[in-house]
């Protein structure tokens, strides 16, 4: 059986994401206690369901040690469990408690809401670590799904890169492993013909393809990465994130995540464009 374990931060999105997971054909399953998790798998294994999907929060006050342990269990029985672990930044996460006036789970305990949120994110600090990781600071409902789609449809695979291209004037995303510095590098926004365009674009990739100090840098950061992400593998790593920025993540970092991921093929890759994704969908967020 497939069970994708959903957790997070409180008003980060996880309903979304188990909405997503139930439209595609997921049994979902939101807040369980997370010692009934083996009954209910053998529960629905006897009821031959194949994919399960649960979310997992701070209501239950789960221990996430214990969490661990389950999983490392339930995966020698033979099953396939994924982690997807939703993320917010602290402003972005006040401002939606403020806009749908809900209550914080931990506010009970005599905590601000500023409060709750940090004495959550501790908490929850183990389990991100094994997990895959999404920052919806920046994204609508839209955006949201099509990640959690795009992580879901992946292949199996013993560790997954995550290659993300951003702007570094609209800040460094959260939860990166590495982060790489394209400043450096041409720019074709200081060229008329070129700045419409985006490193996706064939015009943009034919002025880089002729641009010596591009692919050096490309071939550098292929090498180190081919020479380090095996012995992270080694590690029992499920993910790497890996950022790549520029001044406006339009075209130079766009462009190196494109060619890193066709030179990383091997490994099983998600690759983002935040700036992309942003303009391409001016939404309400979540």
Known sequence: MRIVLISGLSGSGKSIALRLLEDIGFICIDNLPIKLLPELITYYTNNQ??????????????????????????????????ILFLTSSENVLLRRFSETRRSHPLIQEQKTLKESVAAERQYLSTLQNHAYVIDTSSLNVQQLRRQVQQWVDLPMAPMHIV???????YGVPTGLDFVFDMRCLPNPFYDDQLRPYTGLDEPVKAFFDQQPIMQEMINDLSHFLRRWLPKMEEESRSYVNIGIGCTGGQHRS?????????????????????????S?????GL
Do not use: C, M, W
């Open 280 to 284: 391409k969908t001016p939404k309400k």
């Open 49 to 82: 369901v194949a994919q399960l999907g649960i979310s997992v929060d701070i209501r239950s006050r789960f221990n996430p040690l214990e969490v661990g342990e389950l999983i490392n269990h339930l995966r020698q029985q033979g099953h396939q469990i994924d």
């Open 163 to 169: 290659l993300e291209s951003f702007g570094y004037k």
């Open 254 to 278: 766009v462009y190196v995540v494109e060619e890193l991921a066709r030179q990383l093929k091997n490994y099983a890759i998600i690759t983002r464009h935040r700036q992309l994704e942003i």
